[in-house]
């Protein structure tokens, strides 16, 4: 294989891999909100014993994103260096935004939530959760609006002596065509995968019959927040698909396996196998239903990839199977809550088995849905890295223009040679393996531990210097703490 290839490899592996954490950081953070207001709200100790367990559980993925996100930042300068030198003055602004309103935000209120336990007042902790929770989605947003940026620019020009984008308007930039809607979709995602997680756990539980009261508590509270943004979600994914095919007709047409734009209304496959050197699909088709969501009506012909010249053609058998595999999922998500809400109602949930074996493992589904929808975007968007203008031609051609091509990306292939790559991808493997299991180990103990008893805690400072308060409470090795290390510090003549 070729230094790209490679290249595209290494980074798909590992920015797959690191997405395994931020979306669980995303989902879980909100839900910790939601369970400490409760206990705030309700008093209940059993509340309190439930954010602390999943405050834990919350630490440790959090410690696997970071660390497996600074890998990605030094590819673009190895791998990636003439598409870093494109996008730098973009790039640059989106990630220290990031930086200073997420990565911070989160950190610097990450060691309250997990060490400031009756340390600082219940209101102190809870605003530590919540700051927690909002730098999680801060940094999704950045994140995403850098990404939104490359799939549909806006805001800038090409610096023609040097051929690299300069930004010229940054909130054009900010709120490009597909910015919000793409960070409806993907928050979405995260706190759908946020729910079944807790599901899942709590499912465990409840089957094991362990931890009643917080099991089943945790449970109905992760129910109702998946189903309600898997309900939310089928709204999501249409606007998703509708901005995809107004700023993108060529990815949908990829998404869509459609080969040769039809005469009259286009219809949507279910589920199939496209044949692309036949350019055929072979699957379950809704008749009218594709020109019905992209349109509104039913007459309107969705374009094809025939309407596009063929060097700006994505690969279309990925991106066909991944699309098809996020919506199918998408849509079992909220068949599943849905009647998960229903036993609910009628008081029978905990005594369907089968349901709650169901919902241990339809953890890896909310994960397969995530990754799915991100290679569906990514790949979908090839042979561009930076996607191009789109114009329609009066004969119902396109035309695209512009952008930064993959392969023109990369670094000089005097300086990064195939070897280097295919040595670092053997490498990263091994890391990342050995990472991985690290972290299903330290999972697994925490949830064959469990939460801690429900107790009320301890009277904590609630005079508005919690924080003060609790760094001078910390003891050390001798066991004396930092206000009674000062009294002995000062001279007689102070005291």
Same mark, same amino acid.
């Given at each position: ?313 994505? #690969? ?11 919506? +199918?999922? /998408?849509?079992?998500? %909220? &068949?599943? !809550? =849905? ?111 469990? #939460? ?11 005079? +508005?210097? /919690?924080?003060?308060? %609790? &760094?001078? !409470? =910390? ?21």
């Amino acid at each position: 294989m070729n230094v790209e290839t490679l290249s595209r490899i290494q980074f798909a592996m590992t920015i797959m891999f690191h997405y395994l954490f931020p979306p669980l950081s995303i989902g879980l953070g909100v839900l910790m909100v939601f369970m400490e207001g409760m206990y705030l709200r309700t008093k209940d100790p059993q509340y309190h014993a439930m954010t602390k367990f999943w405050s834990r559980i919350f630490a440790a993925n959090f410690a696997m994103g970071v660390a497996t996100g600074i890998v990605m930042e030094f590819q673009f300068g190895t791998n990636w260096a003439n598409y870093s030198r494109y996008v730098g003055d973009v790039f640059g602004s989106a990630l220290a935004a990031e930086g200073i309103f997420a990565f911070f935000l989160e950190s610097g209120f990450l060691a309250v939530l997990v060490f400031g336990w009756n340390r600082v007042s219940a209101k102190m902790h809870f605003f530590a959760t919540c700051m927690v929770s909002l730098g999680s989605i801060f940094s999704a947003i950045w994140i995403v609006i850098a990404n939104s940026w490359m799939q549909t620019p806006a805001g800038h020009m090409i610096d023609p002596v040097e051929n690299r984008a300069v930004i010229t308007d940054f909130w054009a930039l900010v709120f490009n065509p597909s910015s919000m809607i793409r960070l409806f979709h993907v928050l979405m995602g995260a706190f759908i995968l946020g729910a079944f997680f807790v599901m899942s756990i709590t499912a465990f539980y409840i089957l094991k019959n362990r931890h009643h009261d917080f099991a089943r508590k945790g449970f109905k509270i992760a129910l109702l927040f998946g189903a309600a943004c898997s309900l939310i979600m089928l709204f999501s994914g249409d606007l998703q698909a509708r901005e995809v095919g107004f700023h993108q007709p060529v990815k949908l047409a990829a998404f869509e396996g459609i080969f040769k734009t039809e005469p009259g209304p286009t219809g949507m496959y279910l589920a199939g196998w496209p044949d692309t050197e036949r350019e055929v699909v072979y699957g379950v088709k809704v008749p009218y239903l594709l020109t019905f969501l992209m349109y509104r009506d039913f007459k309107t012909p969705v374009s094809g990839l025939d309407r596009f010249q063929p060097d700006v053609r994505p #690969p279309v058998k990925i991106p066909f199977l991944t699309y098809h595999v996020m919506i +199918g999922l /998408g849509t079992a998500f %909220a &068949a599943l !809550t =849905l009647l998960g809400v229903f036993f609910l109602w009628k008081g029978t949930l905990f005594e369907k088995r089968w349901l709650m074996w169901i919902f241990v493992f339809a953890v890896l589904g909310a994960y397969v849905a995530n990754q799915a929808g991100w290679v569906s975007a990514e790949v979908g968007r090839q042979p561009f890295v930076v996607y191009p203008e789109v114009k329609q031609l009066a004969d119902g051609n396109f035309e695209m223009t512009g952008g930064l091509r993959t392969v023109e990306g990369l670094s000089n292939r005097k300086v990064v040679v195939a070897d280097q790559v295919l040595a670092s991808i053997v490498l990263f493997s091994l890391v990342y393996a050995l990472l991985f299991a690290v972290f299903v180990f330290v999972l697994n103990t925490k949830i064959q531990h469990g #939460p801690d008893a429900p107790q009320e805690p301890r009277t904590a400072p609630s005079d +508005g210097k /919690g924080f003060l308060q %609790a &760094a001078a !409470t =910390l003891v050390d090795r001798q066991g004396k703490t930092l206000a009674s290390n000062e009294n002995e510090n000062r001279t007689p003549e102070a005291h």
